[in-house]
């Protein structure tokens, strides 16, 4: 009798707990057991949390199914988080591992191969020209074809065209493999659907991840119909294979003293630690690294674009300035390089404050807590995935002045000097994580709206106006709407 009624006790105890939120982690929302706090309401996910963040403070914990997420709502606290080793894993979620358990590459791993895979892509970005004029030829080039599909339907109102992705695809792969796509290529045309299709199959998986008990109650052929499991192996074997190709011309071709690329770099470092036993290099590895700068680089740059095109055709006044500059410094139709950057400070502040107000990556990238740590006066389990609400940080009134408005002049000086304010800016994240391309994107960014701007001027179709509000329907990016342009020739 006393064995079950301490056993009956113990169950007692065990439900209270999980009915209870421990009062040392983050205020916020606790819910149900399993199932964790569900909003019944329309709102956004952002509208959702923005309004957590006014009830409970710059630090809340929401759990979700039987996640626990820890939203931080403070660029300094963001900060200081995203600077601590024991915030540096990524979370331990299907989204990251599904290709390969446990993940590795550069954006989905963690530990001592994310660290080995990030320095060496940092110097191999760095010597293949991020950010130095090796680059720019490249992209001046590429830059050149997008003017031309631009050209062709000058005066008449459509969407920016495929040219775009394809100009910020070809950077990437220049670098990787050497190599640049033509626009019709049918291979570039099925990895630009497959992009698309991973970001919003991949939201399927996050049943797995936040409510891992339905696998186990439910049959595993429903399971894998939910989570899409055969439309994902398709796609990572469409993906890889075309990699695995490229690392098998690469190591046939090899030439070590004239390594070509960073697949080139790869190879000889591999070569190098080939009789460490410790060693994590493998073609997998090599094949996941090139995938995430293909997925982290394109996406984000052509998006960013986009929204600069919204941006430019509802505000007229800003463009007859971005005019002005590049006239002034690109005069005579030159093209611009790396050289012009320090004399375009407006075109740099139009830059940066497309970045801010767009608030593309609208929860950063989640990382995850890999030990029982302390954070903002809180308790922070071991296992516990945090977020940087990105949208309100960019929207704080305590760094930027009128956030809502679109205006370059808030990254610019009294003297008309770029001032590269960064208290409030996440774009590209903040500490041991932060963006490695930051600098490459900045550099296609500067050249491709300096080219396109020079000859051409952009507003929407007549009697429209553009659409401002993002569309939330994908988890991680907050992009663009569907809008139409039209591009019309300058004289010069
Ligand atoms: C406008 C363009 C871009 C934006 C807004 C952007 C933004 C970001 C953000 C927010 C993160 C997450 C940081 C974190 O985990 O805390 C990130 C990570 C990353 N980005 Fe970018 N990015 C851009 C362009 C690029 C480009 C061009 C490349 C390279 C080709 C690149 C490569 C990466 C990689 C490899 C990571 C993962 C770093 C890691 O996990 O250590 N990004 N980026």
Redesign the pocket.
């Known amino acids: 009798m006393l064995v079950e009624l301490l056993l009956f006790g113990g169950l007692l105890f065990l439900l209270w707990k999980s009915f209870r939120k421990p009062p040392e982690l983050p205020p916020g929302k606790w819910g149900l057991p399993l199932v964790g706090y569900i909003p019944w309401t329309s709102k956004t996910f952002e509208d959702q949390v923005s309004d957590f963040h006014k009830q409970y403070g710059h630090i809340f914990l929401w759990r979700m199914g039987t996640q626990l997420m820890v939203f931080i709502n403070d660029y300094k606290l963001v900060k200081e988080t995203?600077s601590r080793v024991e915030f540096t894993n990524?979370p331990d979620w299907e989204t990251f591992k599904f290709f390969e358990d446990p993940a590795i590459g550069?954006?989905s791993s963690s530990g001592a191969l994310?660290h080995r895979n990030?320095r060496f892509?940092l110097r191999q970005?760095r010597d293949l020209g991020m950010g130095k004029s090796r680059l720019v030829e490249v992209v001046q080039q590429q830059t050149l074809k997008l003017r031309e599909s631009l050209s062709i339907n000058a005066g008449t109102p459509g969407r920016i065209p495929h040219q775009l992705f394809v100009t910020i695809i070809n950077v990437?792969w220049q670098m990787v493999a050497s190599r640049q796509f033509d626009a019709e290529d049918k291979k570039l045309k099925s990895f630009a659907k497959d992009m698309d299709d991973f970001v919003i199959l991949s939201n399927r998986l996050a049943f797995k991840d936040f409510l891992p008990w339905l696998q186990t109650i439910m049959p595993e052929f429903l399971f894998k119909r939910l989570i899409n499991y055969h439309g994902m192996v398709q796609m990572k074997e469409r993906f890889f294979a075309y990699f695995y190709e490229e690392i098998k011309n690469h190591r046939a071709t090899l030439d070590p003293d004239n390594p070509r690329d960073l697949i080139d770099g790869y190879l000889l470092e591999m070569e190098t630690n080939k009789d460490d036993t410790e060693t994590t290099y493998s073609d997998a590895d090599l094949a996941f690294l090139v995938f995430?700068?293909f997925f982290?680089?394109s996406e984000?740059?052509t998006n960013?674009f986009n929204w600069m095109c919204c941006f430019l055709a509802s505000h007229p006044h800003v463009q007859r300035k971005l005019h002005a500059e590049i006239d002034e410094v690109l005069c005579n139709g030159i093209l611009p390089t790396l050289t012009e950057r320090p004399r375009m400070p407006y075109t740099e502040a139009v830059i940066n404050e497309v970045?801010r107000i767009s608030a593309?990556?609208n929860f950063?990238?989640q990382?995850m807590a890999n030990t029982d740590t302390q954070l903002g006066g809180y308790t922070i389990p071991k296992g516990t995935i945090l977020s940087?609400s990105v949208t309100s940080i960019h929207y704080d009134n305590r760094y930027w002045v009128q956030p809502n408005e679109f205006r370059p002049e808030r990254w610019l000086d009294e003297n008309g000097k770029l001032s590269m304010k960064k208290e409030g800016f996440?774009?590209?994240?903040?500490?041991k994580?932060?963006?490695?391309?930051?600098s490459?994107?900045r550099m296609?960014?500067f050249i491709i709206t300096s080219m396109i701007f020079q000859s051409f001027s952009i507003a929407p179709p007549p009697g429209k106006s553009i659409n401002l509000i993002p569309d939330l329907s994908g988890f991680f990016f907050r992009k663009p709407m569907y809008n139409e342009f039209v591009f019309t020739m300058r004289k010069q």
């Open positions: 995203f990524r550069i954006g994310w990030r892509t970005l990437i995430d700068l982290a680089g984000t740059t960013t970045l593309l990556v950063g990238v990382h940087s996440l774009a590209f994240g903040v500490g994580r932060v963006c490695t391309g930051e490459l994107a296609e960014l």
